[in-house]
C-alpha cells in the first residue's frame, strides 16, 4: 500500500513538473522581453530614489533638524510623474503600483534563493526546490517581512507626491 501511494505521489510530481517545465517554455522566447522591461525598471526606481535623495539634500530648508523635508519638487521622477498621472484613470494607478510592489516581492524571492541565507558571509541555509528546511523558510519569512518594512518605509522617498497626497 505504501508502494503504491508512493508511486501515485511521484507521478503527480512528474505530472507537475512537466506543466511547469511546459510553462516555462512557452516564456522562453519572451525571456529577452521580460528581462529588459525588468532592466528599465530597476533604472527607473533607481533615478526615482536617486533623484528625490538629491533633490532633498540639495533644497530641504532646514536640512537633517527637520528630516530633509522638501516644499516642492524640482527633480523629474520617473516613477512618482506615472503614478500621479495614472491617478487620474482611476484603476490604473493602483494597476502600476500593485506591478511595482510585486516586481519588489520578486526580485526579493529570487534574492534569498539566490545568497540563501547567510550570517557575516556564511552560508546557514540554502534555499533549493523540495529540499529547503523549515528552518530555512521560517527565516526567509522573516527576512521578507524585514524587507517588506523597509520598503513600506521606502515608498515616501520613491514617490513621495502620489504616496503622500494620491489623486
Do not use: H
Not at 501511494?5 to 511546459?22: F, P, Q, T, V
Not at 529577452?32 to 538629491?54: Q, Y
Not at 539566490?114 to 557575516?120: A, C, Y
Amino acid at each position: 500500500m505504501l508502494s503504491r501511494k508512493s508511486e501515485r505521489l511521484s507521478e503527480i510530481k512528474k505530472d507537475s513538473s512537466a506543466l511547469l517545465s511546459k510553462i516555462l517554455r512557452i516564456l522562453t522566447p519572451f525571456r529577452v522581453i521580460i528581462g529588459a522591461c525588468a532592466l528599465v525598471m530597476s533604472w527607473a526606481i533607481f533615478l526615482g530614489v536617486l533623484m528625490v535623495s538629491i533633490d532633498k539634500l540639495e533644497n530641504s530648508e532646514c536640512g537633517f533638524n527637520c528630516g530633509y523635508i522638501i516644499t516642492e519638487n524640482r527633480y523629474y521622477n520617473p516613477i512618482d510623474s506615472l503614478l500621479v498621472y495614472l491617478s487620474s484613470m482611476f484603476p490604473f494607478d493602483y494597476a502600476a503600483f500593485i506591478m511595482l510592489i510585486v516586481y519588489f516581492f520578486i526580485t526579493s524571492i529570487y534574492g534569498c534563493i539566490r545568497v540563501g541565507i547567510r550570517l557575516m558571509c556564511f552560508t546557514i541555509f540554502d534555499i533549493k526546490r523540495k529540499s529547503t528546511l523549515p528552518q530555512a523558510l521560517l527565516l526567509m519569512s522573516v527576512i521578507m517581512m524585514l524587507i517588506f518594512l523597509g520598503l513600506s518605509m521606502e515608498i515616501l522617498t520613491m514617490c513621495p507626491q502620489y504616496a503622500t497626497f494620491g489623486s
